[in-house]
Structures are given as structure tokens and as C-alpha cells.
């Protein structure tokens, strides 16, 4: 009898494996306990945000200032959109050739560009998830503390523009990882670079006065000051500022921000210190400088990222 018994399992569609990989990574990175106590911090200090100022008008019995403006201006600073990039991405490849367990991952039916996208999305699930979170929670501390709201349309465009900075910093941390294949690795270089670049710049602002060129690098940038109908705000024209900055073009597309040197000069024993004016860019050019260096840079990293692990010996 030449009947066959069909017994092959049908293979499961791409999307399926695809987000099983997906998958595997969340539910990696929710069970990490760094993660964890990141966004538990993270929470602490929005809260104390607009907690502080409760108990300092109780303690002063003065009432506190309405800032319709608050929600609109809230962001994760620079330090805070480089340790979630760090917990998300720190050991999501790396660990997986430290403890062994990349080879049962690829012994399954998945290629290792899926893995490797897989991987990608799940950061990117992640860190969408919790800054959303973050961002509604400064919408209603911000709303019930300092009352009504203004522009409140904007403020998924600082959600985009602090997703995409953060995402830079995960480029750079996962293409240290896979070209490592060490954990304690990627987390030192990774500390190095963003410490390395925020003193450098800041030492080059100070004794070289700023310059455009800052604004290259990962991080903050150079410093500078804008003019607004509601008066002068702190520009940073780094790729740490994008959310910011994209609401601050959208508000003012025609405003001009303006570039001090510190000048220290002795005048007889005491040093006198003075502000020199630099040079001036439009709030237009800083913005989508910022944004096309983030994204030029994210692409750059992953692709040596994709290269390596793709590449990478596995050893079982």
C-alpha cells in the first residue's frame, strides 16, 4: 500500500515564528529585575515632579503657579533615555552567547535576521509601552497640580522624538554587544561613550566656546538660548533633545536660537565671567539635523549589529 501517513507538522508562517521571538524577548526583558527598578525610579522621580511643589506651598502657604505648559514640556532627560536604552538592550544579545542559550533559539525554525529584528521590536515594544505610560502620568500630575493643559496635541510628537533618541543609544549598546559577545563589555563602553561624550562636549563648550559641529555626536549638544512670546527657554541641540526641540518647531517654526561662549577674564585679583555671543541657528535647522544625525547613526550601528551577529560563531 503506497498511502502516505502525513505526519510532517505544517510549518508555522513567518509571522508566527516572527513574533514568537518577539515574544521570547519581552517577556526576557519584564522578568529582568533592573528593569523593573528602573521604571519604579523612573515613576519616583516624575512623581516627585509635581509633588515637590505641593509641599512647598503648604509649607510656604503660597499657592502654586499655573503652568499650562508643563505636559507639553515634560521629557525623559538625557541620563534617563540612556539607562532605558542600557536595561532594554544591555544583555539582549550578549547574554544569549554567555549563558548558551543562542544556539537553542537558532536550532529553531527562525533565521538569524529574524532573530535579530525579532529582538529589535520587543525593544521597541518595551520602551514605547513605558514612556507612554510615563508620558500620561506627567499629562495628569502636570494637569492636577498646575491645572488646565495647553497644545496637548503635541505630545506624541515628544513621545516620537524621546523613542528616537533612546533608540540611538540602543544601536550603539547592541552593536557592542554582539561584536563582544560580553555583557560587562557593552555596559562599559557604552558608559564610557555617553559620560565620555557629555564631559568632552561640555570641557569643548567652556575653552573652545560651542560649535555646530557638538551637535554631531551622541547627546546633548551644544547649549543655547531661544526667545519665546512666553520668554527664554534652554535649547540643547543634541540627539538627546529631539522631542523638545520638535515641539519647540512646531510652536515657533521662525524662532532663532542663540550660541554663548564663557569667557573668563581677571579683572586685577577676581576672575569675571561673561557671556559672548557665538553664532545663531534656526530652531528648523536644529531639529532635523538632530533628527537625521539620530537616524543616520541608529542605522549605522545596527547594520554593524546585524553584520556581527549574523556572522557570529556559535559554539555550543
Same mark, same amino acid.
Given at each position: ?28 526583558? +519584564?522578568? #529582568? #529585575? ?6 519604579? *525610579? ?28 508643563? &505636559? ?13 536604552? !542600557?536595561?532594554?538592550?544591555?544583555? %539582549? ?14 536550532? #529553531? ?17 518595551? +520602551? ?17 497640580? @498646575? ?28 552593536? &557592542? ?10 555596559? !562599559? ?24 559641529? !557638538? $551637535? ?24 538627546? $533633545? ?6 519647540? @518647531? ?5 524662532? $532663532? *536660537? ?20 557665538? @553664532?545663531?541657528?534656526?530652531? %528648523? ?9 539620530? +537616524?543616520? @547613526? ?11 551577529? #549574523?556572522?557570529?560563531?556559535? !559554539?555550543?
Amino acid at each position: 500500500m503506497n498511502t502516505r501517513t502525513s505526519t510532517r507538522r505544517r510549518r508555522p508562517s513567518w509571522f508566527i515564528r516572527f513574533w514568537a521571538v518577539v515574544r521570547y524577548e519581552m517577556l526576557w526583558n +519584564i522578568r #529582568k #529585575k533592573k528593569f523593573l527598578g528602573l521604571v519604579i *525610579v523612573a515613576f519616583a522621580l516624575a512623581t516627585l515632579i509635581w509633588v515637590l511643589p505641593i509641599v512647598s506651598s503648604n509649607a510656604t502657604d503660597q499657592p502654586i503657579e499655573a503652568d499650562p505648559d508643563f &505636559a507639553v514640556n515634560f521629557a525623559i532627560p538625557g541620563i534617563g533615555l540612556f539607562l532605558f536604552a !542600557l536595561i532594554t538592550a544591555m544583555n %539582549s544579545f550578549s547574554s544569549e552567547f554567555e549563558s548558551g542559550t543562542v544556539v537553542p533559539l537558532l536550532t #529553531k525554525p527562525v533565521s538569524r535576521t529574524m532573530v535579530f529584528l525579532g529582538k529589535l521590536l520587543a525593544a521597541l515594544i518595551i +520602551i514605547l509601552f513605558t514612556y507612554t505610560i510615563l508620558f500620561v502620568y506627567g499629562i495628569i500630575g502636570g494637569t492636577l497640580v @498646575y491645572g488646565s493643559q495647553n497644545n496637548l496635541h503635541l505630545v506624541p510628537i515628544g513621545l516620537f522624538g524621546n523613542i528616537l533618541s533612546t533608540f540611538l543609544w540602543v544601536a550603539i549598546i547592541i552593536a &557592542a554587544g554582539t561584536l563582544s559577545k560580553s555583557t560587562i563589555i557593552s555596559a !562599559l563602553v557604552a558608559f564610557g561613550l555617553f559620560f565620555g561624550l557629555l564631559f568632552a562636549v561640555q570641557i569643548i563648550s567652556v575653552l573652545a566656546g560651542p560649535s555646530p559641529i !557638538l $551637535n554631531y555626536v551622541p547627546g546633548s549638544g551644544a547649549s543655547g538660548k531661544m526667545m519665546t512670546p512666553q520668554g527664554q527657554i534652554d535649547i540643547g541641540a543634541g540627539t538627546d $533633545n529631539i522631542g523638545v526641540n520638535m515641539i519647540n @518647531y512646531v510652536l515657533y517654526p521662525s524662532a $532663532n *536660537v542663540d550660541f554663548n561662549m564663557t569667557r573668563i577674564e581677571l579683572q586685577g585679583n577676581q576672575p569675571l565671567i561673561t557671556q559672548v555671543f557665538a @553664532y545663531s541657528e534656526p530652531i %528648523s535647522l536644529i531639529t532635523s539635523r538632530s533628527v537625521v544625525t539620530t +537616524i543616520v @547613526y541608529t542605522i549605522v550601528f545596527l547594520f554593524i549589529a546585524w553584520i556581527a551577529f #549574523k556572522w557570529a560563531q556559535i !559554539l555550543e
